[in-house]
């Protein structure tokens, strides 16, 4: 009997710490956070996943980066995968507002902490927006040219993706300043809008196109500054690098500072993408450590650089 007793207790024992063991493996260290990001593509938008990377691993996370390569669709499929991968957080800086309401909607009915950077996602839920205030950025844009031209002149308008937040707000702090027809005191004109998807190719074949159709360019105002350098690209190779025309861009990205730098494109309104991307980290973290809440939407200031 004593035998079968002490059998007993041995497998008792045993369970007991294979239960520990378990646990064990759950915790810190089986941490994961996924990071969605719109384009990798952007150099620009690497800062923001160094940043979130930087922070999240400092926490004991793994960090699984999907790269939308600037189309939107692919990311609800991205978001499955993550789901399935046992993620912990969810961070997304999504293509558009709309194509990962679903899959998210899918992370919160599961407990899923998500943090949305950069742009929205029309769902309830996330835990937060965290995001530079782009429309006070293309407020800044617009007085910085109405100061540098004070006498106005023509001017071109380069859009991001049509229907993202940063091309909207973006556009319409920019045009408020410049468009006289919604600010009775500019002396500009508006001579032309084209659309370059945020991307340097597009905006370049489109600045190409505008170049041949205009011999009058005073300004040009890129929504972010990867399509800054393709207007510089089809400035140079149109020739017209001697006509002054001012190139404008958003994002504060080195590429910017480097042409700032040889005098072909003027300024850049500079977003704080380290700190989105750590504190979009701290966000979620929290949450998951004491069920802390921050607040639903957090805009980041921006500012006007010459010079870095």
Not at 29 to 36: N, R, S, V
Not at 147 to 168: C, S, W
Request: net charge negative.
């Amino acid at each position: 009997m004593k035998k079968l007793y002490s059998l007993f207790m041995v497998a008792v024992l045993m369970v007991f710490l294979v239960a520990c063991n378990s646990e064990g493996s759950s915790g810190e260290g089986d941490k994961k956070l996924a990071l969605l990001m719109a384009d990798l593509g952007n150099p620009f938008f690497h800062v923001l996943r160094d940043a979130v990377k930087e922070q999240a691993e400092s926490l004991g996370y793994e960090v699984i980066v999907y790269d939308g390569q600037n189309d939107a669709s692919k990311q609800p499929s991205q978001v499955e995968d993550a789901l399935q991968k046992g993620v912990s957080a969810i961070v997304i800086n999504p293509g558009d507002e709309d194509s990962t309401a679903n899959a998210l909607k899918e992370a919160i009915a599961q407990g899923i902490p998500v943090v949305t950077v950069d742009r929205k996602v029309n769902i309830d839920g996330i835990l937060s927006y965290l995001v530079t205030d782009n429309t006070k950025g293309g407020e800044l844009t617009g007085e910085w040219l109405a100061n540098k031209l004070p006498e106005g002149g023509n001017v071109v308008h380069i859009e991001g993706v049509m229907g993202t937040a940063p091309q909207r707000e973006r556009g319409g702090g920019f045009l408020s300043v410049i468009d006289p027809a919604q600010n009775s005191d500019s002396k500009f004109t508006i001579l032309d809008t084209v659309v370059g998807d945020f991307s340097m190719a597009p905006a370049e074949a489109a600045m190409s196109d505008l170049l041949a159709k205009h011999d009058d360019i005073d300004a040009v105002f890129a929504q972010n500054d990867t399509m800054a350098v393709g207007v510089v690209r089809a400035i140079e190779t149109a020739g017209r690098d001697k006509d002054g025309i001012i190139v404008i861009g958003f994002d504060g990205a080195q590429e910017a500072y480097d042409l700032i730098e040889e005098g072909k494109m003027s300024v850049t309104a500079v977003q704080d993408f380290k700190f989105i991307g750590k504190e979009a980290v701290n966000y979620v973290d929290a949450f998951l450590k004491d069920g802390t809440k921050p607040e639903p939407e957090m805009l980041v200031d921006v500012y006007m650089s010459d010079s870095k």
